[in-house]
């Protein structure tokens, strides 16, 4: 049986973040190699910045002289330099330059921990592991990201909410019908349903039984090794141009206990002409239309307070929500029983 204190453990790291994860940060054009770009992923302060070649660098976001962020300072020669007193610290986290003082005995010491990282259509992720030395698995990426015949973009929106608030939020159908009900999209079908959910080991699927092709009617879960995405299906009506249904693919970036950062792909399968025809028709019309229907989400979601999982109810309709849970859970426990062997051998 679980002991009491595990299960406080399993809730601490769930709310955290789990570990050994890849988390989308930021945009690959917010990435610069004229300036830094500062990031914050389950609590910890990171710095972002290109070096000479292009290649993105991930440190901590602390100088190591006096811990003034490095995200206020300056890129020099592929390296970072602190603002307030000119440290210049390197994409491994050693620190190469003092300029007020030659020869200090800080120049050639590693202070910081780097980070991996990986760049792909158009976003940029970071691999949050436990020991900066630990090897990353493969970047989990939706097989739509690879596949030419699939065109979109890429939108990003940070919420005041656990990040764990935005995941139920797509493991749940049946809000669509409600809570979009006036928006151009989401305007349509039954707000009665029984749901259904397809365990499929490496993830799953969850779907309403009695409607398909009229509003948000499913939803895909991919939980592996090294990170989680989802996708889902929006129907799309003739007026929204050419192509089929436009696919949401989602990623949720825990920050801290009341932040996180949502990167979604927008993306519809269309070819040729009528690529650029639905392109140009998003810019122009549909991509305000899809930002209310976050923003609704977004204003429901920070409304809600965060002990709201020890009073709710949850009914028949929330078996993805739950699925997601136990899934998170499990993840976190085996962290943890990990890291507890590993301190033990260690001894």
């Known amino acids: 049986m679980m002991t009491a204190e595990m299960k406080t453990r399993i809730e601490a790291r769930v709310n955290e973040g789990l570990k050994n994860q890849w988390y989308p940060v930021a945009k690959s054009v917010e990435i610069r190699t004229d300036r ?37 300072g300056e890129v020099h020669d592929g390296q970072i330099g602190c603002r307030y007193h000119g440290v210049i610290v390197d994409g491994t986290g050693t620190v190469q330059r003092v300029p007020a003082m030659p020869d200090c005995p800080m120049e050639g010491r590693k202070a910081l921990r780097a980070y991996q990282v990986q760049e792909s259509n158009d976003a940029v992720f970071v691999f949050m592991s436990v020991d900066e030395g630990q090897e990353a698995p493969d970047l989990p990426l939706p097989t739509e990201l690879s596949d030419p015949a699939w065109t979109g973009f890429l939108c990003t929106a940070i919420w005041d909410v656990n990040y764990r608030y935005a995941l139920d939020n797509l493991a749940d159908p049946m809000h669509g019908c409600y809570l979009h009900a006036e928006s151009f999209t989401l305007a349509f079908g039954s707000k009665q349903d029984l749901l259904e959910l397809d365990d499929r080991g490496d993830g799953f699927r969850v779907s309403r039984v009695g409607q398909v092709g009229e509003n948000f009617d499913w939803v895909e879960f991919a939980v592996g090794e090294g990170g989680m995405f989802c996708h889902l299906d929006i129907p799309y009506p003739k007026a929204a141009g050419p192509g089929g249904h436009m696919r949401i693919l989602g990623y949720v970036t825990p920050m801290g206990p009341r932040r996180c950062k949502v990167f979604f792909w927008r993306m519809r399968k269309v070819e040729g002409f009528d690529r650029e025809s639905w392109r140009f028709l998003y810019r122009a019309r549909l991509e305000e239309r899809h930002w209310n229907v976050l923003e609704q989400d977004r204003v429901m979601l920070e409304g809600m307070p965060d002990d709201a999982r020890r009073r709710e109810m949850l009914y028949q309709h929330d078996i993805g929500v739950a699925h997601l849970r136990r899934a998170l859970n499990r993840a976190a426990k085996a962290q943890i029983e990990a890291e507890d062997a590993s301190d033990v051998a260690a001894e």
Request: with cysteine; hydrophobic share 40%.
């Open 36 to 72: 830094p770009y500062g990031a914050v992923v389950m609590g910890q302060k990171l710095v972002l910045w290109r070096d000479g070649a292009g290649k993105i660098r991930c440190i901590e976001d602390f100088c190591p002289h006096r811990g003034a962020p490095l995200s206020y």
